[in-house]
T-cell receptor
Framework: DAGVTQSPTHLIKTRGQQVTLRCSPK?????VSWYQQALGQGPQFIFQ???????QRGNFPDRFSGHQFPNYSSELNVNALLLGDSALYLC????????????FGSGTRLTVV | QQQVKQSPQSLIVQKGGISIINCAYE??????FPWYQQFPGKGPALLIA?????SEKKEGRFTISFNKSAKQFSLHIMDSQPGDSATYFC???????????FGAGTQVVVTP
């Protein structure tokens, strides 16, 4: 039973560019949440998707957007990249509203130069 | 406003010793109190969690102590092993469709 799968593992982008990160949830899960973890800090909630809609959003600018597909997979898009966007981006999946079984992927390490 | 304060920032303990990490929160509506363990290059993994109607929960060498009136909960790692060397996060959760509110993390190093 595959867990949460994220791609790519690592990514280097230039300031001002756009990036798309991908997440496949754990089998049986239908809710996807995205977190940003800066170096040496705890993860910060970006947004959550359920039934292909953004359910709730953290304190992140509109440059951060997402999408959920009918198969429950999700994408995180970041436009106009800043150096400060360099971080580990984590995807977590769960079933509906429940926190039980909340499972994280290994993340995508984004470096903006 | 920081809702979750975790201490200490780092901890060095000898093999066989006890590691204690504390977490203080402000939002009394939190209703689920987990601790996550994260190894370098990996995502956080649930270690142990407690509901607010229970004051203590033990799973193997890991124990959560919960003090509702003080708005604090702590993680105790007994008989610490080198394999426990990791970063630990408290991440209280609020209700249905909530989000995990992570602390800043505690880096634990267990020396042989």
């Amino acid at each position: 039973d595959a867990g949460v799968t994220q791609s790519p593992t690592h990514l280097i982008k230039t300031r001002g560019q756009q990036v798309t990160l991908r997440c496949s949830p754990k089998s049986g899960h239908d809710t996807v949440s995205w977190y940003q973890q800066a170096l040496g800090q705890g993860p910060q909630f970006i947004f959550q998707y359920y039934e292909e809609e953004e359910r709730q959003r953290g304190n992140f600018p509109d440059r951060f957007s997402g999408h959920q597909f009918p198969n429950y997979s999700s994408e995180l898009n970041v436009n106009a990249l800043l150096l400060g966007d360099s971080a580990l981006y984590l995807c977590a999946s769960s079933l509906g509203a429940s926190v039980y079984g909340y499972t994280f992927g290994s993340g995508t390490r984004l470096t903006v130069v | 406003q920081q809702q979750v304060k975790q201490s200490p920032q780092s901890l060095i303990v000898q093999k066989g010793g006890i590691s204690i990490i504390n977490c203080a929160y402000e939002n009394t509506a939190f209703d689920y109190f987990p601790w996550y363990q994260q190894f370098p290059g990996k995502g956080p993994a649930l270690l142990i969690a407690i509901r607010p109607d229970v004051s203590e929960k033990k799973e193997g060498r890991f124990t959560i102590s919960f003090n509702k009136s003080a708005k604090q909960f702590s993680l105790h790692i007994m008989d610490s092993q080198p394999g426990d060397s990791a970063t630990y996060f408290c991440a209280p959760f609020l209700g249905s469709w909530g989000k995990l509110q992570f602390g800043a993390g505690t880096q634990v190093v267990v020396t042989p």
